[in-house]
T-cell receptor
Framework: EAQVTQNPRYLITVTGKKLTVTCSQN?????MSWYRQDPGLGLRQIYY???????DKGDVPEGYKVSRKEKRNFPLILESPSPNQTSLYFC??????????????FGPGTRLTVL | AQSVAQPEDQVNVAEGNPLTVKCTYS??????LFWYVQYPNRGLQFLLK??????LVKGSYGFEAEFNKSQTSFHLKKPSALVSDSALYFC????????????FGTGTRLKVLA
């Protein structure tokens, strides 16, 4: 089944404790992205990647890191989480062979609470 | 600054009535426009997109959207609402910049009443 998976789905942690949220897609998509969803703010893009070893900042990259060492995986790293990073996180991927925007496929989300 | 506005936090409509969920954008050039739907405790699902061509775009589950360049709007519509359409709807814009940047609206909660 074609899908985007995220782990963990739920995480409660404490301020300053490094964590990684994994994202994996099995559709051979080149494009991947991370978003956070907050009430009243909608989705905001954190980072995106247009290919292996190619990443760029979205609108809210502060406090986050990403890496894209292989096509299927795009982990989100919080080196020193803070309470304002408590949010619902989504990973997405898409295929754009002609250079025109494709359909983004979203993962199920990761609910992160930082105490 | 580039932005997307969904002016209504919530839209209530009776089952069987037509529905409209509004979206306007402020992006230079000719952006690409999208609608996504989020059901409770689920990720977002694609509904439809406008890339170029016909201003009326048809999508999944009987939804359609009309692109209006002069009003910079991309309103989502459905002729006859179903209770199962109740969900959170997001409008999104991708500027024609050659990047993978997306700008989402704040979302509109649609409630279809039986």
């Amino acid at each position: 089944e074609a899908q985007v998976t995220q782990n963990p789905r739920y995480l409660i942690t404490v301020t300053g404790k490094k964590l990684t949220v994994t994202c994996s897609q099995n559709m051979n998509h080149e494009y991947m992205s991370w978003y956070r969803q907050d009430p009243g703010l909608g989705l905001r893009q954190i980072y995106y990647s247009m290919n292996v070893e190619v990443t760029d900042k979205g609108d809210v990259p502060e406090g986050y890191k990403v890496s894209r060492k292989e096509k299927r995986n795009f982990p989100l790293i919080l080196e020193s989480p803070s309470p304002n990073q408590t949010s619902l996180y989504f990973c997405a991927s898409s295929f754009e062979p002609t250079g025109m925007p494709g359909t983004q496929y979203f993962g199920p989300g990761t609910r992160l609470t930082v105490l | 600054a580039q932005s997307v506005a969904q002016p209504e936090d919530q839209v209530n409509v009776a089952e069987g009535n037509p529905l409209t969920v509004k979206c306007t954008y402020s992006v230079s050039g000719n952006p690409y426009l999208f609608w996504y739907v989020q059901y409770p405790n689920r990720g977002l699902q694609f509904l439809l997109k406008y890339i170029t061509g016909d201003n009326l775009v048809k999508g999944s589950y009987g939804f359609e959207a009309e692109f209006n360049k002069s009003q910079t709007s991309f309103h989502l519509k459905k002729p006859s609402a179903l209770v199962s359409d109740s969900a959170l709807y997001f409008c999104a814009v991708r500027p024609p910049s050659g990047t993978y940047k997306y700008i989402f609206g704040t979302g509109t909660r649609l409630k279809v009443l039986a």
